[in-house]
Each structure stands twice: as structure tokens, then as C-alpha cells.
T-cell receptor, first 112, second 116 residues
Framework: RKEVEQDPGPFNVPEGATVAFNCTYSNSASQSFFWYRQDCRKEPKLLMSVYSSGNEDGRFTAQLNRASQYISLLIRDSKLSDSATYLCVVNSLTGGGNKLTFGTGTQLKVEL | EAQVTQNPRYLITVTGKKLTVTCSQNMNHEYMSWYRQDPGLGLRQIYYSMNVEVTDKGDVPEGYKVSRKEKRNFPLILESPSPNQTSLYFC???WGQGKGITDTQYFGPGTRLTVL
């Protein structure tokens, strides 16, 4: 089982739609969680951190469920510019210290 | 402008010819790391460094070397590249190891390496 698993997609949605991505992680000792956005052939960039109580940043809402070990990202009112790959990132405490593990990403395509 | 730079951005080389990919950050970050990204496998950490003269192996260190002689620079060295090292490489830096929710990883623009 992968440490961090995401549905690769692609998710093809019309402009204005609401879309949700889930991510599951296997290490129950994971401490912090993030969503990164990666445009085609570009570097990943932090979209938002995920707080235990859930958090919102404009059209984006992130949720964390520690009991079920999953993280979600909700995008409301999708824009063409939201088309990208969304990476789930988990920070876990291991024997060697903190370790960041990246999911393989979920591809989103927003269409007219 | 705060940034991470990598050079070269694109490189085609042949098996066995030693190469170095440079990485530099101007944010005074302590933590730097190298990742490779391959289709279906996501980003995998090659090596990381928590501070000057401190480096450690990540998940896929075989065939790579690094050094951290200065805080701002973290070069990746392939002593004898092989075709299975063809990949997209990213350097990243942050204040810490991502322990805190503010420990954003800043990535360089990537180096696309092809080994023939």
C-alpha cells in the first residue's frame, strides 16, 4: 500500500462546477498535511496547509479526518485557471526524523 | 525576489558522463532537498540536508551524491549517469522539514534530464 494515495483522475469538469479530491495516508503518526498545485511541467507550489479543524481559502476548502486517515480538497466555482495537478503531501515522524511524502497527484481539467 | 534556482533546466547526456545539477536558494533556508518526479510514481526524495555539512539519504539515493558546503547551495551529482536516471528533478528548500504548517517547501523550476 502506498503511503499517500490519490485518485490520478483526470477529473474533467465544466467551468463553475464543484469538485472534490480525496487523499488517504497510511501512517497514523503523520503530523501535518498540505495540498500543492503543479501546473504542467512546472514546479509544485503550496496551495494550502490542512488544519485539523478544516480550513477555507476563497473557493478552496481543505478537510482532515485523522480517524479515517484522509484529507480532502474541495474547489467551488471551478475556473479554467484551476486546471492543474493537485498533490497531497503528508509530513510524518519516522526514525530518521520528519519525512514529507507526496502523492502522485490528481489531475483536474476545467472546460468551457 | 525569493527563489530557488536550478541549472541547467534541460540536459541530454550519455551514459557514464559525470554531471552536476546546481541548486541555489536566497531565502536563508536551513533545509534543502532533491526530488525526482516520474510518471505514476510522484515526487520521491533523493537526498536532503538539514544544514551546512549535514546531508542524509532520502528514499532513492542510489547513483546520486550531494554536498552542502554553503547554506545557499546544494548541488546534485551523478557520477556515472544511467538511462534509469532519466527524470524530472526538483530542488526544494524550507525553514524546517515540514513539521510545522508554515514550513512551505519552495521548489526550483526543475531540471529535465535525459540519459542516453
Amino acid at each position: 500500500r502506498k503511503e499517500v494515495e490519490q485518485d490520478p483522475g483526470p477529473f474533467n469538469v465544466p467551468e463553475g462546477a464543484t469538485v472534490a479530491f480525496n487523499c488517504t495516508y497510511s501512517n497514523s503518526a503523520s503530523q501535518s498535511f498540505f495540498w500543492y498545485r503543479q501546473d504542467c511541467r512546472k514546479e509544485p507550489k503550496l496551495l494550502m496547509s490542512v488544519y485539523s479543524s478544516g480550513n477555507e481559502d476563497g473557493r478552496f476548502t481543505a478537510q482532515l479526518n485523522r480517524a479515517s486517515q484522509y484529507i480532502s480538497l474541495l474547489i467551488r466555482d471551478s475556473k479554467l485557471s484551476d486546471s492543474a495537478t493537485y498533490l497531497c503531501v503528508v509530513n510524518s515522524l519516522t526514525g530518521g526524523g520528519n519525512k514529507l511524502t507526496f502523492g502522485t497527484g490528481t489531475q483536474l481539467k476545467v472546460e468551457l | 525576489e525569493a527563489q530557488v534556482t536550478q541549472n541547467p533546466r534541460y540536459l541530454i547526456t550519455v551514459t557514464g558522463k559525470k554531471l552536476t545539477v546546481t541548486c541555489s536558494q536566497n531565502m536563508n533556508h536551513e533545509y534543502m532537498s532533491w526530488y525526482r518526479q516520474d510518471p505514476g510514481l510522484g515526487l520521491r526524495q533523493i537526498y536532503y540536508s538539514m544544514n551546512v555539512e549535514v546531508t542524509d539519504k532520502g528514499d532513492v539515493p542510489e547513483g546520486y551524491k550531494v554536498s552542502r558546503k554553503e547554506k545557499r547551495n546544494f548541488p546534485l551529482i551523478l557520477e556515472s549517469p544511467s538511462p534509469n536516471q532519466t527524470s524530472l528533478y526538483f530542488c526544494a528548500s524550507s525553514w524546517g522539514q515540514g513539521k510545522g504548517i508554515t514550513d512551505t517547501q519552495y521548489f526550483g523550476p526543475g531540471t529535465r534530464l535525459t540519459v542516453l
